[in-house]
């Protein structure tokens, strides 16, 4: 009897890996998905452009125009670092979305924050043969020998919100995103024009994922801007993913220097928010001014609240909707531009009231 | 004559239901494997992944085993790996800047890994057999101090400066066939040696006695804190050899390198039939449970499945798998 059931189990669990195979990954239009490769500079047989294109819906906010996308017949394979995360998921979720919509069969794989599974899976949506590969997160030098690999196979790859190191960049196709850098350059001089630059101030910096480029170039944007002040930036705190984690890095530089504290850099607002609720919960939010990016919602109400002094909306769904008309360029022409970069909008007191309600996420 | 005969029969067939019930995983592989091949689209294509991660991930999977058959457990196993890494990565770059040479830069790379291992192994060993810590707390405390110590070099990568040398033992593609890596023929060595060591040496079969009974082991003679002490010296050379693959596989160290591997070698110790209470398994236990776990996860990614359904199938089959290895399980060896 025993030996029953465990056969029994045994079998009920490859015959339900089995369905979940069957069932995965449907051609969005209901088209059998292409199996063969397409090259970079080659559109795919059966992916001609309508005339009209699709309809892809798109949030109130977003800035970029689909109309005349038209992606059928045409395999996006998408790998992220992680889905979990709100503003880098909300890029995965609109891609697929988009990119479905467009008439495209996407195949996703997240890596679950593992760096090498990136290039892993990377490597899988090659062997699959995929038409184009689009790549959220993920380490620059990795990306390399991925961009090389892609260029072998003929697929074009999209580096959404992340650059290859630079010897990778005459294999990658395109790189979307805001530039990152000079973002954060603008907001140290934002933050500057408010303070002055000889303020003398110490800025606690609270960061995201040490090994994404992301993060990298916002610090050094950050730090380029403040290299002629007289401003003491404490080395940045990694919160990874968790507003948690940046409620408690804030938590612990205010009780061993909340006196001397003058501001808080944030890199993404849903970490920021964990060091405003520090900050607010020991009162010092008069003492200590905070700045951040993103734009998420509820970042906005905390400009509107004066728990924020500035956001910077970097529309995830931006940077999805690019990314697919990136694609659809080289599926269409064969090639596009390397840098794709995306609108930034400052919200701060002066016009807070305008953007209530229309962050993403939040 | 014709009683003995029927017993001689009985007993043939007790052993071969026993042989059955002790490597169940083995009929978990090869069903596993059919469906694979069989229903899932392009599961061939990738089949080089299971053979390189098997060959990457193996090794720390064996030495948490052997750790584990004596009834102790090593939690730091990953972030030993993570660390035997990064130094790997410091010795090929001080040597390559000094020599100039690649090879001997690969050696040194090699041994200041293993080094590594074994120092890592040494300190957790000192904890858990020497002061008496839980093996529980003293490896997550020691996970820890490790990840800090790979943090602190590797936030982002950190590259070789010839990463082309470092590849070779995990990169390279012996006879043209991309799953024949050197680093998979230097695990199956290592299980081989390994599981023969186990089975024939005295030390080998002092660490099944002590898993099984620590207080019987003691009072046969046997020193079972030397015992304990030893195994996780093992364990940590293993974890470092898998850290250098990880190195080889990648071409760069990162921190994340051993961020996912604790649950993962437990999880792959469990499916082959490593018992978490000790006193039973081998090496070749280990490799089934490694290439079971790995040919999973490989038809969860051919099949283009979402993170959640990833997660929550991962966590059924761990369970199924128990309970089958519980309803297999002969109670007179339990």
Redesign the interface.
């Known amino acids: 009897m025993k030996k029953l059931t465990a056969l029994l189990l045994a079998l009920v669990m490859v015959f339900a890996l089995a369905s979940c195979g069957s069932s995965s990954a449907p051609a969005a239009n209901g088209d059998a998905a292409p199996t063969a490769s397409a090259p970079a500079d080659a559109a795919p047989a059966d992916a001609a452009p309508a005339a009209s294109g699709k309809t892809i819906s798109t949030d109130e906010g977003c800035n970029i125009d689909l109309t005349g996308i038209d992606l059928t017949g045409t395999t996006v394979g998408y790998v992220t670092i992680t889905s979990t995360a709100p503003w880098g998921g909300r890029v995965g979720t609109e891609l697929e979305r988009m990119a479905t919509e467009a008439g495209a069969t996407v195949k996703s794989l997240d890596a679950n924050t593992v760096a090498d599974d990136v290039a892993n899976y990377c490597r899988q949506m090659i062997d699959a043969g995929v038409d184009a590969l689009a790549v959220f997160g993920g380490d620059p030098t990795a990306m390399v020998d991925i961009a090389k690999e892609c260029k072998d196979a003929g697929i074009p790859l999209f580096l959404t919100a992340l650059d290859v190191a630079e010897e990778g960049r005459e294999y990658a196709t395109a790189c979307i995103g805001p530039d990152q850098e000079q973002m954060c350059y603008d907001i140290g001089q934002y933050v500057i024009e408010q303070n002055g630059a000889d303020a003398g101030a110490n800025v606690v910096q609270i960061s995201g994922v040490p090994f994404l480029m992301d993060y990298q170039l916002r610090e050094a944007g950050f730090a380029r801007a403040m290299a002629d002040t007289n401003y003491n930036l404490y080395e940045p705190d990694y919160a990874f993913s968790s507003r948690t984690d940046a409620k408690t890095f804030m938590e612990q530089h205010i009780q061993a220097d909340g006196a001397n504290i003058n501001l808080v850099m944030g890199y993404d607002d849903d970490l920021t928010l964990g060091a405003v609720a520090a900050i607010q919960e020991a009162n010092l939010g008069d003492k200590i001014k905070v700045y951040s990016l993103t734009g998420q919602n509820d970042a906005i109400q905390a400009v509107k609240d004066g728990q924020l002094q500035l956001t910077v909306m970097n529309r995830a769904d931006d940077i999805a909707a690019e990314t697919v008309k990136a694609i659809y360029e080289v599926v269409t022409t064969g090639t596009t531009n390397y840098y794709h970069y995306t609108p930034l909008t400052f919200i701060d007191a002066s016009n807070v009231d305008e953007w209530i309600g229309k962050g993403e996420i939040g | 004559m014709e009683e003995k005969v029927i017993a001689n029969t009985v007993d043939r067939r007790k052993q071969m239901v026993r042989l059955f019930k002790d490597n ?1 995983s083995v ?2 592989l090869i ?2 494997l ?2 694979a091949f069989i ?4 599961f061939g ?2 089949f080089y ?1 299971v053979m390189n991660y098997t060959a990457m991930y193996g090794p720390v999977c064996l030495g948490l085993a052997i750790v584990m058959i004596t009834g102790n457990i090593d939690l730091s196993a990953g972030f030993q790996a993570g660390l035997a890494g990064v130094t790997s990565v410091i010795c090929f770059n001080a040597v390559y800047r000094a020599s100039g040479s690649a090879v001997a830069a690969l050696i040194v790379a090699i041994l200041g890994a293993v080094i590594t291992g074994a120092i890592t192994g040494f300190i957790n060993g000192f904890f858990v057999a020497k002061i008496g810590v839980s093996s529980l707390i003293a490896t997550i405390a020691a996970n820890y101090a490790y990840q800090g110590v790979v943090f602190y070099f590797a ?3 950190f ?1 070789p400066d010839d990463a082309d040398a470092i590849k070779l033992i995990a990169r390279t593609k012996l006879g043209g066939m991309r799953w024949l890596t050197p680093s998979l023929l230097i695990f199956l060595a290592i299980v081989a040696v390994v599981f023969l060591w186990m089975y024939k040496s005295k030390f080998g079969n002092n660490i099944y006695i002590v898993g099984d009974n620590a207080e019987a082991a003691s009072y046969a003679g046997i020193s079972v804190r030397n015992t304990v002490w030893v195994t996780y010296v093992i364990c940590g050379v293993l974890s470092a050899i898998c850290g250098f693959f ?1 190195v080889s ?4 160290a ?4 051993g ?2 591997l604790s649950t993962l070698t437990i999880s792959c110790c469990v499916i082959g039939g490593i018992k978490m209470a000790g006193g039973k398994g081998t090496a070749i236990h280990v490799l089934l449970g490694v290439l079971i776990m790995r040919v ?1 996860s490989q ?9 959640s ?2 997660n929550l ?1 991962t966590g ?2 761990l369970i ?2 128990l ?2 290895d519980r ?2 399980s002969n109670k007179a060896t339990d």
């Open positions: 169940n009929l978990i069903l596993i059919a469906a229903v899932v689209d392009g294509n990738g992944n936030q982002s990568s590259s990880m596989s990648a071409g760069y990162i921190y994340t390198q961020n996912s999973i038809m969860m990614s051919a099949m283009f499945l979402a993170q359904y990833v199938i059924a089959l199924v798998v309970i089958i309803l297999t």
